[in-house]
């Protein structure tokens, strides 16, 4: 593959486009449709004309979780917990934000989100890379919905809101477990997923925890040095065999979003069989990248120098998806979780 680079997928965006706030109806959102030789503005319910009867849409059904705490160390001092996966019951690995990096046996407690009374405690029982191991006084779950917060992605400027607890979550989320949402999934409504349904489109779900990693930056310029963060995703056994029964007939695969798409990419083989399981991913896509599985995405807009940007890049080729957000860009889409969707369908061999 030929050497890539972190500056070749730059691109311009003004702050003023990154939505700050969703939409009040989830389906209104604007829609781009991108091949290699369309560039088509549409709204976000247009996405049924562009799915077709025997079409498999996979998206993923992971649950966010109030995955960010605060609160303060033993000693007084401040700190801030984002937690990047739930390990077992009562353990789970973290980010810590505090003035000094706190030490196996240190004890922290985060207090409630509205400001009622009471804490939870929870002891640093070693580290794990650049992350925390830590173990809670009582379930982590039911200590994150009672003190923790949505965990909003850095470009977004307002702290979390009550709307933000059902609108930055999918209509199907189901299993908690990730700290961001898997955001192409929050433009779809439960009239819009009968409508594609009764179409002839056979919608099932998989599951990928988002990690925290998915808003590290990429930093290396080589980008054959970028080491990509780990995400844990299951693979149905039903699902599998509708996967490979759709490739074996010739029906297209559709991911709703990157999340649902390097679950699909990860559980394939090489001769592009699916298998069923739970396991991690840590699957880098650029350019060059030949996909198995996927053909087409439904997705938002990345970050400029993003994986992602890298992933939608290797669908259409770089060029091209440069030259869509630059039209995004000149139409005032609005980018980022909150934002706007492409439709992308993928070309043969993108360069």
């Known amino acids: ?122 002891e640093v029982t070693g580290r794990e890379g650049e992350f925390f191991a830590l173990r809670f006084s009582e379930p982590v779950l039911t200590a994150l919905e009672e003190f923790g917060r949505v965990p909003l992605p ?84 039903d699902v599998a065999a509708k996967i490979n029964a759709a490739k074996a007939e010739g029906r297209r695969v559709v991911a709703v979003g990157t999340t649902s798409l390097r679950t699909l990419e990860s559980a394939a083989d090489r001769v592009g069989h699916v298998e069923a399981g739970s396991r991690d991913t840590r699957l880098f896509i650029m350019p060059g990248y030949e996909f198995r599985i996927v053909d087409a995405l439904i997705t938002n807009f990345h970050l400029p120098k993003s994986t992602l940007v890298m992933l939608v890049s290797a669908l259409v080729g770089r060029e091209r998806i440069l030259e869509a957000y630059a039209h995004a860009v000149r139409e005032k889409y609005r980018f980022f979780s909150y934002g706007d969707a492409c439709f992308i369908e993928r070309a043969p061999a993108a360069r």
């Open 154 to 237: 850095p470009y977004i400027a307002h702290a979390p809101e009550k709307s933000d607890e059902s609108r930055y979550q999918t209509v199907y989320a189901a299993h908690p477990g990730a700290v961001a949402a898997p955001t192409a999934g929050l433009h779809f409504t439960e009239d819009l997923l009968a409508r594609i349904r009764a179409k002839g489109v056979d919608v099932e779900y998989v599951t990928l925890h988002v990690g925290a990693g998915t808003f590290q930056p990429v930093r290396v310029e080589n980008l054959s040095e970028h080491h990509m963060h780990s995400e844990w995703f299951h693979m149905p056994e």
């Open 1 to 122: 593959m030929q050497e890539q680079h972190l500056s070749d997928f730059d691109f311009e965006l003004p702050p003023e486009l990154i939505a700050q706030y969703p939409l009040a109806d989830r389906s209104a959102s604007r829609l781009l449709h991108i091949t290699r030789d369309v560039l088509e503005d549409k709204t976000f319910r247009d996405v049924e004309t562009f799915l077709r009867p025997g079409d498999l849409l996979i998206a993923n059904n992971t649950r966010v979780i109030k995955a960010r705490l605060l609160g303060r160390k033993e000693t007084g001092g401040a700190v801030e917990a984002l937690i990047e996966r739930v390990t077992g019951e009562d353990t789970a690995i973290s980010m810590i934000r505090a003035s000094k990096s706190p030490k196996p046996g240190t004890k922290l407690y985060f207090a409630h989100q509205d400001g009622t009374e009471g804490e939870i405690e929870v």
